[in-house]
Protein backbone atom coordinates (compact mmCIF):
# COMPACT_ATOMS: atom_id res chain seq x y z
CA UNK A 1 0.00 0.00 0.00
CA UNK A 2 1.47 3.61 -0.67
CA UNK A 3 0.47 6.70 0.75
CA UNK A 4 1.10 10.48 0.16
CA UNK A 5 2.30 13.06 2.80
CA UNK A 6 -0.78 15.13 4.00
CA UNK A 7 -0.10 17.89 7.04
CA UNK A 8 -2.98 17.61 8.74
CA UNK A 9 -2.88 21.44 9.23
CA UNK A 10 -3.38 21.20 5.20
CA UNK A 11 -6.63 20.86 5.15
CA UNK A 12 -7.65 24.08 6.59
CA UNK A 13 -5.49 26.28 5.03
CA UNK A 14 -5.41 24.55 2.01
CA UNK A 15 -8.53 23.13 1.05
CA UNK A 16 -7.65 22.42 -2.34
CA UNK A 17 -5.32 19.63 -1.03
CA UNK A 18 -8.27 17.72 0.66
CA UNK A 19 -10.03 17.62 -2.78
CA UNK A 20 -7.14 16.32 -4.64
CA UNK A 21 -6.42 13.60 -2.10
CA UNK A 22 -10.32 12.72 -2.50
CA UNK A 23 -10.39 13.32 -5.99
CA UNK A 24 -7.48 11.03 -6.98
CA UNK A 25 -8.06 8.66 -4.24
CA UNK A 26 -4.69 8.82 -2.46
CA UNK A 27 -3.94 7.32 0.80
CA UNK A 28 -2.76 10.24 3.26
CA UNK A 29 -0.01 9.83 5.28
CA UNK A 30 -0.91 12.51 8.11
CA UNK A 31 1.24 15.03 9.94
CA UNK A 32 0.40 15.58 13.37
CA UNK A 33 2.60 18.84 14.75
CA UNK A 34 1.75 20.89 18.33
CA UNK A 35 -0.82 22.96 16.22
CA UNK A 36 -3.06 20.25 14.95
CA UNK A 37 -2.90 18.66 18.93
CA UNK A 38 -3.26 21.85 20.89
CA UNK A 39 -6.01 23.60 18.69
CA UNK A 40 -7.89 21.08 17.52
CA UNK A 41 -11.02 19.58 19.33
CA UNK A 42 -11.13 15.99 19.41
CA UNK A 43 -14.48 16.58 17.10
CA UNK A 44 -12.43 18.02 14.59
CA UNK A 45 -10.07 15.12 14.40
CA UNK A 46 -13.43 12.94 14.13
CA UNK A 47 -15.02 14.56 11.37
CA UNK A 48 -11.46 14.39 9.40
CA UNK A 49 -11.01 10.73 9.84
CA UNK A 50 -14.78 10.36 8.66
CA UNK A 51 -14.04 11.85 5.76
CA UNK A 52 -11.28 9.81 4.76
CA UNK A 53 -13.01 6.72 5.90
CA UNK A 54 -16.12 7.63 3.82
CA UNK A 55 -14.34 7.66 0.95
CA UNK A 56 -13.14 4.23 1.42
CA UNK A 57 -9.57 5.70 1.67
CA UNK A 58 -6.61 4.23 4.16
CA UNK A 59 -5.11 6.60 6.86
CA UNK A 60 -1.32 6.64 8.19
CA UNK A 61 0.23 8.96 10.84
CA UNK A 62 3.42 10.85 10.99
CA UNK A 63 4.20 11.51 14.72
CA UNK A 64 4.85 15.15 15.75
CA UNK A 65 9.00 16.07 15.35
CA UNK A 66 9.40 19.75 15.68
CA UNK A 67 11.88 20.29 19.11
CA UNK A 68 11.12 17.08 20.23
CA UNK A 69 14.46 14.79 21.05
CA UNK A 70 13.82 11.12 21.98
CA UNK A 71 17.42 10.37 23.07
CA UNK A 72 17.59 13.82 25.14
CA UNK A 73 20.21 13.57 27.94
CA UNK A 74 17.65 16.06 29.61
CA UNK A 75 15.17 14.42 31.44
CA UNK A 76 12.75 17.44 31.36
CA UNK A 77 13.16 17.27 27.65
CA UNK A 78 12.70 13.60 27.02
CA UNK A 79 9.94 13.74 29.54
CA UNK A 80 8.31 16.73 27.28
CA UNK A 81 9.20 14.39 24.21
CA UNK A 82 7.64 11.33 25.18
CA UNK A 83 4.27 13.34 26.39
CA UNK A 84 3.97 15.17 22.72
CA UNK A 85 4.49 11.82 21.43
CA UNK A 86 2.15 9.84 23.28
CA UNK A 87 -0.50 12.89 22.68
CA UNK A 88 -0.13 12.12 19.28
CA UNK A 89 -0.93 8.70 19.49
CA UNK A 90 -3.96 8.75 21.25
CA UNK A 91 -5.12 11.61 19.33
CA UNK A 92 -4.74 9.67 16.25
CA UNK A 93 -6.75 6.29 16.91
CA UNK A 94 -9.91 8.03 15.30
CA UNK A 95 -7.86 7.48 12.21
CA UNK A 96 -7.36 4.07 12.26
CA UNK A 97 -3.60 4.48 11.11
CA UNK A 98 -2.19 1.84 9.11
CA UNK A 99 1.21 3.21 10.50
CA UNK A 100 2.81 5.43 12.53
CA UNK A 101 6.17 7.18 11.74
CA UNK A 102 8.39 8.87 14.26
CA UNK A 103 11.87 10.13 13.76
CA UNK A 104 14.69 8.44 14.95
CA UNK A 105 16.55 11.41 16.81
CA UNK A 106 20.17 11.29 16.52
CA UNK A 107 22.51 13.98 15.56
CA UNK A 108 26.26 13.38 15.41
CA UNK A 109 26.46 17.24 16.30
CA UNK A 110 24.54 16.63 19.30
CA UNK A 111 25.03 13.68 20.31
CA UNK A 112 28.61 12.08 18.78
CA UNK A 113 30.37 12.18 22.68
CA UNK A 114 27.28 10.84 24.51
CA UNK A 115 26.36 7.86 22.03
CA UNK A 116 25.87 5.59 24.80
CA UNK A 117 23.18 7.61 26.97
CA UNK A 118 21.50 8.70 23.87
CA UNK A 119 21.21 4.73 22.71
CA UNK A 120 19.65 4.02 26.33
CA UNK A 121 17.19 7.17 26.60
CA UNK A 122 16.03 6.70 22.55
CA UNK A 123 15.06 2.41 23.46
CA UNK A 124 13.55 3.80 26.85
CA UNK A 125 11.29 6.17 24.47
CA UNK A 126 10.23 4.32 22.13
CA UNK A 127 9.68 1.26 24.25
CA UNK A 128 6.71 3.47 26.12
CA UNK A 129 5.86 5.06 22.64
CA UNK A 130 5.31 1.18 21.38
CA UNK A 131 3.56 0.08 24.40
CA UNK A 132 0.88 2.60 23.28
CA UNK A 133 0.91 1.70 19.36
CA UNK A 134 -0.37 -1.21 20.38
CA UNK A 135 -0.49 -3.35 17.09
CA UNK A 136 0.08 -0.85 14.76
CA UNK A 137 3.36 -0.88 12.88
CA UNK A 138 5.87 1.75 14.20
CA UNK A 139 8.54 2.80 11.80
CA UNK A 140 11.38 5.28 12.84
CA UNK A 141 12.89 7.21 10.29
CA UNK A 142 16.22 9.03 9.38
CA UNK A 143 17.23 12.41 8.90
CA UNK A 144 20.81 13.64 10.17
CA UNK A 145 22.46 10.07 10.46
CA UNK A 146 24.93 9.74 8.25
CA UNK A 147 25.06 6.28 8.46
CA UNK A 148 22.65 3.03 9.58
CA UNK A 149 24.47 2.09 12.18
CA UNK A 150 22.90 3.60 15.36
CA UNK A 151 19.48 3.09 13.06
CA UNK A 152 19.85 -0.65 13.60
CA UNK A 153 21.17 -0.81 17.02
CA UNK A 154 17.73 0.74 17.97
CA UNK A 155 15.66 -1.33 16.12
CA UNK A 156 17.49 -4.31 17.16
CA UNK A 157 17.80 -3.30 20.66
CA UNK A 158 13.56 -3.13 20.36
CA UNK A 159 13.77 -6.74 19.25
CA UNK A 160 11.65 -6.05 16.49
CA UNK A 161 8.76 -4.61 17.38
CA UNK A 162 9.49 -1.64 15.08
CA UNK A 163 10.38 -1.16 11.64
CA UNK A 164 12.80 1.32 9.51
CA UNK A 165 11.45 4.24 7.07
CA UNK A 166 13.97 4.93 5.05
CA UNK A 167 13.19 8.78 3.61
CA UNK A 168 15.62 8.56 1.01
CA UNK A 169 15.71 12.47 0.30
CA UNK A 170 17.05 12.71 4.32
CA UNK A 171 19.77 10.16 2.96
CA UNK A 172 20.69 11.89 0.11
CA UNK A 173 21.16 15.63 1.87
CA UNK A 174 21.60 15.80 4.94
CA UNK A 175 23.21 12.15 5.23
CA UNK A 176 25.53 12.99 2.61
CA UNK A 177 24.36 10.17 0.57
CA UNK A 178 25.72 11.77 -2.23
CA UNK A 179 29.19 12.08 -1.52
CA UNK A 180 28.97 9.13 0.28
CA UNK A 181 27.36 6.84 -2.29
CA UNK A 182 26.30 4.79 0.81
CA UNK A 183 22.54 3.97 -0.04
CA UNK A 184 23.92 0.19 -0.41
CA UNK A 185 25.54 0.12 3.28
CA UNK A 186 21.65 1.68 4.30
CA UNK A 187 19.53 -1.03 2.52
CA UNK A 188 21.38 -4.00 3.83
CA UNK A 189 21.64 -2.64 7.16
CA UNK A 190 17.98 -2.30 7.33
CA UNK A 191 17.08 -5.18 5.49
CA UNK A 192 15.87 -7.40 8.46
CA UNK A 193 13.73 -5.21 10.01
CA UNK A 194 10.13 -4.36 8.40
CA UNK A 195 10.71 -1.22 6.18
CA UNK A 196 8.69 1.35 4.96
CA UNK A 197 9.73 4.30 2.44
CA UNK A 198 9.65 7.95 1.96
CA UNK A 199 10.01 9.16 -1.43
CA UNK A 200 11.42 12.14 -2.96
CA UNK A 201 14.06 13.94 -4.53
CA UNK A 202 16.36 16.48 -4.40
CA UNK A 203 19.74 18.04 -5.61
CA UNK A 204 22.27 16.56 -2.74
CA UNK A 205 22.44 20.02 -0.97
CA UNK A 206 18.92 20.81 0.61
CA UNK A 207 15.72 18.85 1.76
CA UNK A 208 13.84 20.10 -1.48
CA UNK A 209 11.04 17.93 -1.29
CA UNK A 210 10.96 17.60 -5.24
CA UNK A 211 8.89 15.13 -7.48
CA UNK A 212 10.91 12.13 -8.18
CA UNK A 213 12.91 12.33 -11.06
CA UNK A 214 13.44 16.34 -10.73
CA UNK A 215 16.65 15.59 -8.85
CA UNK A 216 19.59 13.42 -8.78
CA UNK A 217 18.63 10.49 -6.15
CA UNK A 218 19.89 7.23 -7.75
CA UNK A 219 16.44 5.69 -7.71
CA UNK A 220 17.31 2.88 -10.29
CA UNK A 221 19.91 1.47 -7.36
CA UNK A 222 16.84 1.66 -4.66
CA UNK A 223 14.60 -0.39 -7.59
CA UNK A 224 17.23 -3.24 -7.91
CA UNK A 225 17.81 -3.83 -4.33
CA UNK A 226 13.91 -3.94 -3.84
CA UNK A 227 13.39 -6.52 -6.35
CA UNK A 228 15.84 -8.76 -4.65
CA UNK A 229 14.49 -8.38 -1.42
CA UNK A 230 11.95 -10.92 -0.20
CA UNK A 231 9.52 -9.16 2.44
CA UNK A 232 7.28 -6.27 0.86
CA UNK A 233 7.87 -3.19 1.31
CA UNK A 234 5.54 -0.01 1.74
CA UNK A 235 5.73 3.42 0.96
CA UNK A 236 4.69 7.14 0.98
CA UNK A 237 5.79 9.92 -1.53
CA UNK A 238 6.56 12.75 -0.30
CA UNK A 239 6.09 15.99 -2.72
CA UNK A 240 5.56 19.54 -1.14
CA UNK A 241 3.76 20.77 -4.37
CA UNK A 242 0.96 20.20 -6.22
CA UNK A 243 3.93 20.56 -8.88
CA UNK A 244 6.32 17.89 -7.44
CA UNK A 245 3.07 15.47 -6.72
CA UNK A 246 2.59 15.72 -10.89
CA UNK A 247 6.32 15.09 -11.59
CA UNK A 248 6.27 11.55 -9.07
CA UNK A 249 2.57 10.76 -10.44
CA UNK A 250 4.55 11.07 -14.10
CA UNK A 251 7.57 9.39 -12.90
CA UNK A 252 5.50 6.32 -11.33
CA UNK A 253 3.42 5.94 -15.05
CA UNK A 254 6.35 5.44 -16.46
CA UNK A 255 7.98 2.77 -14.87
CA UNK A 256 4.82 0.21 -13.91
CA UNK A 257 5.64 -2.42 -11.88
CA UNK A 258 8.14 -1.22 -9.34
CA UNK A 259 8.73 -3.30 -6.39
CA UNK A 260 6.05 -1.54 -3.98
CA UNK A 261 3.52 -2.91 -2.07
Known amino acids: ?26 NPELGFDARALETRPESWHLDTA ?25 PLIRRATRDRLLHAVDTARVYEPAHFIAHLGYSHLTYAHFEDQWMEH ?15 PLFLENVFEHGPTRHAAVLTALH ?18 RERENLGDWLNALDPFPMHLHLHDNDGEADLHLGMGRGTIPWEALWAWLEKRKAPVTA ?9 FLAT ?3 LKARPGLPLA
Open 1 to 26: MTFVNLPLRYIDEHPAYLELFLSQRL
Open 50 to 74: RIFHDAGLRCAVHLPFFDLHPGSLD
Open 122 to 136: AVDTWRLILGRTGET
Open 160 to 177: GRAGACLDLGHWYCFGKG
Open 236 to 244: TFEPHTEED
Open 249 to 251: EAY
